[in-house]
DNA sequence: GCAAGGTC
């Protein structure tokens, strides 16, 4: 009996082909396709004596596709997509693989499928089914099961062949038809919506550009996005923390405060206060703990990407070409695998053993095997297997070929050190912590001894700090040394990192560990973000503008969701509790209804796109460029006229009709619900004429003592009409961002520097810091905001900063530059840089000297230990540059007469 | 010119 076996690589087939045959008697012929290889050996499967042919495809055999006549991008409406007619078929460059197929098919009785056994495997399975049943109509179809391409496994799972499983099949007949008809009709869509109507600036061809929509790109730019606007919603707070050293011969300690920190700074100080008056520190606990630094779990795909870019700043999409090269070449283990655990059958010895010989890394080879040393450990799993492949591992030993970049070395070397970490022994720490107290205050303090670097020896890429402590005994008394009240702001998380983002895809389900770098670089490919040097992703403007537009429509097409809910019901099917055709109809109907629904909302992404893109000419049907009635000539070009014009949202503005080289415009009151431009002329604004405008207002959405009817001005003088905006708001699209539970919540996105003209009300002639809107909102909530340009240096790292003021309780108005970097906490108020007290971590302690404080004598013995009345005292308390300070005053009034807690003006 | 999933 002849028996035509398929598996899903080249590599599986001649794996599998080595394993059965045992080498014996095995050959090998070409197929049609250069790189499917025929071996052939004899087998007996169960008594029965088989000639094996054993081949392979190189994944997916066929791809879906729709029918010539909706192929071309304006053959059909894009809804048409939801139910145009597919088909399913093999592309140009699978042919040569079908023919071999279909040759090798009609001389075989058996057909034994050896696919990956997971869901994709078996969909392919069916592919080949379907062409070497079209060959040979009288085959008999089986399938091999099998985990692991190890001996036992793979005899056992000939000897017991199954049927394929249409379930598993299904479920991604499924996926595919909902990815192919979602991913054409969006992207279809937006990109003939788009293109013409703005003037979008890529690096790419006008002609070439293409916005896609795909259900995993998407939620992958949504994470970006939102992280963005995370960090332009943050607000920064102050904080208050109190901070102790103590130096002696042994060395120096440093406390930190167990409340962490407090933001409210007259509490802060007023214990400080307390600490200052009674400072001596009693030491209330001394910890020592043995701890363990765990060695990583053996290498799958998503953490290679993630170490990888961690280490060496490689893009996962560069790590995993650089990984099949590897492996093409017989150097590292199959690189994409969900794997993180070694099966109990691998000879994991043999695998150190080879690496024995290595300049930098053979001796610690040695050591592991010696058992003697007591380095081995058997690794740990990390609970993840797709039950096809191992863990990434060394599969042959090398010092680095000729041929080698520095990548592959660098990546060689990850896995071969990765794999020695995972077979060692945790590194072990002693850990000392001392707690104090001073005035009823916790402090703590932590120092750290390694007694076994074990792992750490041999993978560099991670370390573990030790520090050295004094020693200390429990009720042992000192005076600190310092003692400080410092200041600090809170930061923004920082932008995401392509660590972060694998993390944030891996954990909700986006792609596959083999897609993940796919859609990552899809981003970067279609101009929807950028990574600078550091590995993190900014949205461009294309990018958040897309993800704007969907939001603002209240669709959430760009988070997870839609994907999870897929997943979900793909699941469904391969379990057979719902059928393909209901899933497919079910998710397509709701599919369709919201495609219909965003292009009758597709104003929202035109809006969302005008934000950062100037409109183009070649968009004729768009009402903004309508021409209006002329209200004056615009004052800014002096070339053209400014017209009254009804948005369409229904607000009213006045806009030049030089757009967009010139973009002056006066927004007018969102009240508005009738303008027309009359043929009165100002008395009073110049250059003239300026026409006046017969208003009418709704009369709810004014306050009561003003009339609904008005004949006004936009030259400036009228009062009415400046009132009336700074109360109702204009129709400015940078006002309608500031809502929402997603949109971000401050007017720091505002001050986005990306137009010539204010971006908090869209006038030219002023920008948005002195912007009066923006002096509206900042009374409204409160807030910390923005004030102004970079005009000083941080003094750690050199990033310019910018210019905020605070606005809390003790500060409000008050301003400080914080640093813009993300990684840096460089924080100083505005006044301390001309009176020569600032800098982050400003030292606002005093000395205390007895005979400057007044009140000293006259305060009773609060009971705790430490305290005698005199006040000898090393401690030095100088200011951020350095000046002793002498004199006492308190904190939260400056009166010299008492402290802040007892303080009149306490909690003002 | 479109998706995502396999693979060389």
Excluded at 166 to 183: H, M, N, P, S, T
Excluded at 671 to 681: D, F, G, H, L, R
Excluded at 813 to 822: A, E, M, N, V
Aim: hydrophobic share 30%; with cysteine; proline share 5%.
């Amino acid at each position: 009996m002849n028996v035509l076996n398929v598996a899903e690589k080249p590599s599986v087939a001649k794996s599998v082909s080595a394993i059965l045959s045992r080498n014996q008697g095995l050959r090998v012929r070409e197929g049609r396709s250069r790189y499917n290889k025929i071996f052939e050996f004899n087998y007996t499967i169960r008594g029965q004596p088989c000639h094996m042919l054993f081949t392979s495809v190189t994944g997916h055999l066929m791809e879906l596709e729709f029918q010539d006549r909706y192929r071309k991008w304006h053959s059909c409406d894009p809804a048409d997509l939801y139910h145009a007619p597919i088909n399913k078929s093999v592309p140009e460059d699978k042919k040569d693989i079908k023919r071999t197929l279909e040759e090798e098919a009609r001389r075989c009785q058996w057909l034994v499928l050896w696919l990956d056994c997971d869901r994709e495997g078996e969909n392919i399975a069916f592919e080949v089914v379907d062409v070497c049943t079209a060959a040979n109509p009288h085959l008999t179809i089986k399938r091999a099961r099998f985990s692991a391409l190890i001996d036992r496994e793979l005899h056992q799972a000939v000897q017991n062949l199954v049927d394929p499983n249409k379930w598993f099949a299904d479920a991604v007949d499924c996926r595919q038809e909902i990815d192919l008809r979602i991913g054409a009709s969006f992207t279809r869509f937006q990109t003939m919506l788009m293109k013409d109507a703005f003037i979008i600036d890529t690096a790419t061809d006008d002609r070439n550009l293409v916005l896609s929509y795909g259900p995993c790109q998407f939620p992958t730019l949504g994470f970006v996005v939102e992280r963005y606007w995370e960090i332009q919603a943050h607000e920064p707070e102050e904080f208050w923390s109190i901070n102790c050293s103590h130096r002696s011969d042994e060395g120096t300690a440093n406390f930190n405060w167990m409340r962490g920190h407090l933001f409210d700074y007259t509490c802060a100080v007023i214990i400080y206060e307390m600490c200052i008056e009674e400072p001596t520190a009693t030491v209330t606990n001394v910890r020592q703990q043995e701890k363990l630094k765990y060695p990583p779990h053996p290498l799958n795909t998503i953490e290679l990407e993630k170490r990888a870019s961690r280490y060496f700043r490689m893009s996962s999409e560069h790590t995993m070409k650089v990984a099949e090269e590897l492996y093409q070449a017989g150097f590292i283990s199959y690189p994409r695998t969900e794997t993180d655990s070694f099966s109990s059958r691998t000879d994991l010895h043999t695998i150190v053993r080879e690496q024995q010989g290595h300049p930098e890394w053979g001796v610690y080879a040695q050591r592991l095997l010696d058992p003697e040393a007591g380095l081995w450990r058997h690794p740990r799993g990390g609970g993840h297997d797709d039950n096809a492949h191992p863990p990434i591992h060394p599969t042959k030993f090398s010092p680095g070929e000729s041929g080698w970049s520095q990548d592959h070395r660098k990546l060689y070397e990850l896995v071969v050190r990765h794999f020695l970490a995972c077979v060692s022994k945790p590194a072990v720490g002693a850990e000392t912590t001392v707690e104090i107290d001073i005035a009823g205050e916790l402090f703590s303090a932590c120092g750290r001894v390694i007694l076994e670097k074990n792992y750490l020896d041999v993978y560099q890429f991670e370390s573990w700090g030790g520090s050295m402590i004094p020693t200390y005994t429990v009720g042992q008394q000192f005076i600190p040394t310092s003692l400080t009240l410092d200041s600090g702001v809170t930061r923004p998380p920082p932008l995401l990192s392509e660590a972060d983002l694998l993390s944030c895809m891996d954990k909700e389900g986006i792609g596959t560990d083999a897609t993940m770098h796919d859609h990552i670089k899809k981003l970067l490919d279609r101009f929807y973000a950028t990574k600078d040097a550091s590995t993190r992703f900014t949205p461009t403007n294309l990018g958040e503008a897309l993800v704007m537009g969907y939001d603002d429509m209240g669709y959430k097409l760009w988070k997870p969701y839609l994907r999870a809910g897929m997943e979900r019901d793909m699941k469904s099917i391969s379990e057979g509790t719902k059928s393909k055709v209901e899933v497919l109809a079910n998710i397509l109907q709701q599919m369709k209804a919201c495609f219909l629904d965003a292009r009758l909302n597709k104003v929202k992404l035109l809006e969302a796109m005008a934000i950062f893109f100037e409109r183009s000419n070649r968009s004729g049907s768009d009402e903004l460029h309508a021409t209006g009635e002329v209200v004056r000539r615009c004052g800014l070009c002096q070339e053209s006229d400014m017209v009254l014009r009804k948005n369409r949202d229904g607000h009213f503005m006045v806009g030049c009709l030089g757009f967009p080289q010139c973009r002056n415009a006066v927004w007018l009151p969102g009240s508005v619900s009738e303008a027309v431009v009359t043929t009165n002329i100002c008395n009073f604004c110049t250059p003239g004429p300026v026409y006046l405008i017969q208003f009418k207002f709704r009369q709810l959405e004014i306050p009561p003592n003003y009339s609904a009817n008005h004949l006004g001005c936009i030259g400036g003088c009228d009062q009415i009409l400046t009132e009336l905006t700074e109360i109702c708001g204009t129709g400015s699209r940078m006002q309608a961002r500031n809502r929402g539970p997603t949109a971000p919540t401050s007017n720091v996105h505002n001050t986005n520097p990306r137009q010539g003209v204010c971006m908090n009300c869209q006038e030219t002639g002023h920008s948005s810091h002195d912007c009066p809107l923006h002096s509206r909102n900042v009374r409204h909530h409160g807030t910390s905001q923005h004030s102004g340009e970079a005009s000083v240096s941080c003094s750690s790292c050199g990033t310019p900063c910018l210019l905020r003021t605070a606005n809390t309780a003790n500060n409000r108005g008050r301003k400080f530059y914080s640093c813009q970097s993300q990684e840096c906490n460089f924080f100083v108020w505005e006044d301390s840089l001309s009176n020569g007290t600032g800098g982050r971590n400003v030292t606002r302690s005093n000395s205390i000297p007895a005979a400057s404080n007044p009140r000293r004598g006259g305060r009773a013995p609060r009971g705790r230990g430490g305290r005698n009345g005199s006040r000898t005292t090393n401690m030095t308390f100088v200011s951020a540059t350095g000046e002793p300070i002498s004199g006492r005053r308190c904190f939260v009034c400056g009166d010299p007469s008492h402290f802040a807690n007892v303080c009149p003006n306490r909690g003002v």
